[in-house]
């Protein structure tokens, strides 16, 4: 399996970005796909998650109304929109896979990782 991120960079505050994640190796559509992220000596943290089928959707609180996470099941991709982006969203960005999370809200429920993409929202 194998997951890889892109669509990072830097953007001033107030500005949008869209990650993708690009899966192979996997049935993607039986998959729950999840983002996180990890600032700088911080622990990694959910972001958000999509459940196969792109039926149901989790957020964390932070990014609730700004971020929107998608799932194209064609191109075994999963997305991650994110607007209005502020100096604290500032971190590495990992898309994760998972058949059946035990905890959609915790890194050590998902299987798959990719490498991680850098997000750098400057004030």
């Known amino acids: 399996v194998q997951l890889q991120a892109s669509g990072g960079g830097l953007v001033q505050a107030g500005g949008s970005l869209r990650l993708s994640c690009a899966a192979s190796?996997?049935?993607?559509?039986?998959?729950?796909m999840g983002w996180f992220r990890q600032a700088p000596g911080k622990e990694r943290d959910f972001v958000a998650a999509?459940?196969?089928?792109?039926?149901?959707?989790y957020y964390a609180d932070s990014v609730k109304g700004r971020f929107t996470i998608s799932r194209d099941d064609a191109k075994n991709t999963v997305y991650l929109q994110m607007n209005s982006l502020k100096p604290e969203d500032t971190a590495v960005y990992y898309c994760?896979?998972?058949?059946?999370?035990?905890?959609?809200?915790?890194?050590?429920?998902?299987?798959?990782w990719g490498q991680g993409t850098l997000v750098t929202v400057s004030s």
């Open positions: 190796g996997l049935t993607f559509s039986s998959y729950v």
């Open positions: 994760a896979a998972d058949r059946s999370p035990g905890n959609w809200y915790t890194p050590n429920s998902y299987d798959y």
């Open positions: 999509i459940r196969w089928s792109g039926g149901t959707t």
